[in-house]
T-cell receptor, first 114, second 119 residues
Framework: ETGVTQSPTHLIKTRGQQVTLRCSSQSGHNTVSWYQQALGQGPQFIFQYYREEENGRGNFPPRFSGLQFPNYSSELNVNALELDDSALYLC?????????????FGEGSRLTVL | AQTVTQSQPEMSVQEAETVTLSCTYDTSESDYYLFWYKQPPSRQMILVIRQEAYKQQNATENRFSVNFQKAAKSFSLKISDSQLGDAAMYFCAYRSFRISSGSARQLTFGSGTQLTVLP
């Protein structure tokens, strides 16, 4: 069984640029969510995708957007990067038909905005 | 909105000893899940233990157990026989109990407790 994988693991951008982060969900999982974890803090929910549509969103501006593909993989896009966007971005997958509550996380993408 | 509070930014424990990490939460819901996740330096969040709010019995997973006090909205994690590999950041998290397929499964995390295990 393949776990959640994310790419890239690290990247550096400058303010104003755009970034795309990628996530492959765990085998058999059809739901993907994204979290932002600033240094020294707990993860904050960005949004969730199910059946290729966003079905839940946290308190993040529209410049944070995403996609889910038919194979359930996902992308997180951030436009007009700001210094405060520097964080670890975590992807988590789950299977909607099993309400055990558990999410399975990847190792994250560390974004630094200069 | 739900909130999760971890009031201990750092804790340390001697190897083989027992340590308890605290967590309180605030919610108006009656059904929900509570979790403890571990985040080692590899950064991957690993589920340690899960508690369903409708279950009165405290969850146990090997050396890890919880003390779930629903009325007090408290959810502490006890680690027995601490091992060097237990050193990590520990996060308490809350999730609503929604059974509709595809509904948002948002986790609300606390700020974490950094656990150091001393040899």
């Amino acid at each position: 069984e393949t776990g959640v994988t994310q790419s890239p693991t690290h990247l550096i951008k400058t303010r104003g640029q755009q970034v795309t982060l990628r996530c492959s969900s765990q085998s058999g999982h059809n739901t993907v969510s994204w979290y932002q974890q600033a240094l020294g803090q707990g993860p904050q929910f960005i949004f969730q995708y199910y059946r290729e549509e966003e079905n839940g969103r946290g308190n993040f501006p529209p410049r944070f957007s995403g996609l889910q593909f038919p194979n359930y993989s996902s992308e997180l896009n951030v436009n007009a990067l700001e210094l405060d966007d520097s964080a670890l971005y975590l992807c988590a997958s789950s299977f909607s038909g099993r309400n055990t509550g558990e999410l399975f996380f990847g190792e994250g993408s560390r974004l630094t905005v200069l | 909105a739900q909130t999760v509070t971890q009031s201990q930014p750092e804790m340390s424990v001697q190897e083989a000893e027992t340590v308890t990490l605290s967590c309180t939460y605030d919610t108006s819901e009656s059904d929900y899940y509570l979790f403890w996740y571990k985040q080692p330096p590899s950064r991957q969040m690993i589920l340690v233990i899960r508690q369903e709010a409708y279950k009165q019995q405290n969850a146990t997973e090997n050396r890890f157990s919880v003390n779930f006090q629903k009325a007090a909205k408290s959810f502490s994690l006890k680690i027995s026989d601490s091992q060097l590999g237990d050193a990590a950041m520990y996060f308490c998290a809350y999730r609503s109990f929604r059974i509709s397929s595809g509904s948002a499964r948002q986790l609300t995390f606390g700020s974490g407790t950094q656990l150091t295990v001393l040899p």
